[in-house]
């Protein structure tokens, strides 16, 4: 698979952040219950304390394999990125050998599908090793106009058996997101 470190990362990094992410009045606004828990119970709060997939303005959850199977399906490239720097939990991802964070990266959507898909089985089976990519993962196109978000979260979802019946079903949790409305 061939990653290609974007020249203008910081750039496109705050261009995702205006077309996905709640400001954060919107986000206190939206959240005020949480804020003021927070907030009254003697914690700080900061934009840059929250993983930004918490500030996603306009999202959907989706099992793994589906968020895989719909960027495997994409043609072209996307690009992908980790939380920023700033970010106190911030994973780097390992590119030609070299761990780096806060970085930009475009590479063929359905190459990354592949490696994420194979990673995260990897890592459910235990196996050891230095993973590429960070458990939390941005995954978009170059129009902003759709971008999936890959968490450490895990969940539970009701799915139909072969047999029809529901049964749960725990996956890694993902976001499937829209621009905000009124971007260009």
């Known amino acids: 698979m061939k990653i290609e470190r974007v020249v203008d990362g910081e750039a496109i990094r705050e261009r995702f952040y205006e077309s996905f992410l709640l400001s954060w009045k919107e986000f206190k606004t939206e959240n005020n219950d949480l804020v003021k828990l927070m907030t009254g119970g003697g914690f700080s709060l900061s934009r840059e304390e929250i993983p930004r997939y918490e500030l996603i303005a306009i999202s959907k959850e989706v099992v793994f394999s589906s968020a895989i199977k719909r960027l495997k399906e994409k043609e072209g490239d996307v690009y992908f990125m980790s939380e920023p720097?700033?970010?106190?939990?911030?994973?780097?991802?390992?590119?030609?050998?070299?761990?780096?964070?806060?970085?930009?990266?475009?590479?063929?959507?359905?190459?990354?599908?592949?490696?994420?898909?194979?990673?995260?089985?990897?890592?459910?089976?235990?196996?050891?090793?230095?993973?590429?990519?960070?458990?939390?993962?941005?995954?978009?196109?170059?129009?902003?106009?759709?971008?999936?978000?890959?968490?450490?979260?895990?969940?539970?979802?009701?799915?139909?058996?072969?047999?029809g019946e529901l049964i749960e079903v725990e996956s890694r949790l993902c976001l499937s997101c829209k621009r905000r409305g009124g971007l260009k």
């Not at 999936?148 to 047999?163: A, C, G, S």
């Open 85 to 163: 720097k700033s970010f106190p939990e911030c994973e780097g991802m390992v590119v030609d050998g070299v761990s780096v964070k806060g970085e930009v990266f475009k590479c063929n959507s359905a190459s990354l599908g592949e490696a994420i898909e194979k990673e995260w089985e990897d890592i459910e089976n235990g196996a050891e090793g230095k993973n590429l990519f960070p458990l939390t993962l941005y995954v978009f196109d170059d129009k902003m106009k759709k971008a999936f978000v890959f968490t450490p979260e895990m969940v539970i979802y009701e799915e139909e058996n072969e047999d």
